[in-house]
């Protein structure tokens, strides 16, 4: 059963914007955390940013000033403006039934969607 799904991914030139959504279904819809996780080529999976249900917001280092990560309901968002070359990659979305947007969601058990993918060329 699917329960998280990515979309708003493209191929978009370097220094434009992209808007990625992530609908959650079933147990997911309700989770305390919702978190998008990035996982560049040739790389392993990386949190990128996180929202806790009290609002509590989380953002890497790497995206900071340019993402911004937002939730209605049981759907969340994610801007991404000035993208970068090494923006590129699959992101994800990730749920958890705890507040642990400190550590993008994963403190388990973690619900995982199957992935969008922005490419930025330069």
């Known amino acids: 059963q699917v329960q998280l799904v990515e979309s708003g991914g493209g191929s978009v030139q370097a220094g434009g914007s992209l808007r990625l959504s992530c609908a959650a279904y079933?147990?997911?819809?309700?989770?305390?955390?919702m978190a998008w996780h990035r996982r560049a080529p040739g790389k392993g999976r990386e949190g990128v940013a996180g929202?806790?249900?009290?609002?509590t917001i989380v953002y890497a280092d790497s995206v900071k000033g340019r993402f911004t990560i937002s939730r209605a309901g049981g759907t969340l968002y994610r801007q991404m403006n000035n993208l970068q070359v090494e923006d590129t990659g699959t992101y994800y979305c990730a749920a958890d039934p705890f507040r642990e947007a400190h550590i993008f969601c994963t403190g388990g058990p973690t619900t995982w969607g199957l992935g969008t993918q922005v490419t930025v060329a330069s």
């Open positions: 929202i806790n249900s009290d609002g």
């Open positions: 079933g147990d997911a819809y309700n989770s305390d955390c």
